[in-house]
Nanobody, 122 residues
Framework: QVQLVESGGGLVQAGGSLRLSCAAS????????VGWFRQAPGKEREFVAT????????NYADSVKGRFTISRDNAKNTVYLQMNSLKPEDTAVYYC???????????????WGRGTQVAVSS
């Protein structure tokens, strides 16, 4: 089992930055791939970024490439999502998820956090 808790969301003006954290716990959390997804009101949950256990492989959605950076600190069992140059269209609930395949689909992730709200004002 893997438990995930997100934090760091909030309200920010367009052009601003936020850093989200995903704290993982549980016996199998150590080797897990971790991804970030987001869901805006009335929309499907969509892939944002993913990172392997070693951090050697990362992948991003085109909409956030160059603005968001995913990283992890395995000593702290924490994955981060640094979000810069935020836009109003980045407003969503952000979820972290853990699995064993660094994919871009929800089905590839077995464990999910409850999410943290990010709101970007224009």
């Amino acid at each position: 089992q893997v438990q995930l808790v997100e934090s760091g969301g909030g309200l920010v003006q367009a052009g601003g930055s936020l850093r989200l954290s995903c704290a993982a716990s549980g016996r199998t959390a150590v080797g897990a791939v971790v991804g970030w997804f987001r869901q805006a009101p009335g929309k499907e949950r969509e892939f944002v970024a993913t990172i392997t256990h070693s951090g050697s492989y990362t992948n991003y959605a085109d909409s956030v490439k160059g603005r968001f950076t995913i990283s992890r600190d395995n000593a702290k069992n924490t994955v981060y999502l640094q979000m810069n140059s935020l836009k109003p269209e980045d407003t969503a609930v952000y979820y972290c998820a853990a699995g064993w395949s660094a994919g871009r689909t929800r089905q590839e992730y077995n464990y999910w956090g409850r999410g943290t709200q990010v709101a970007v004002s224009s």
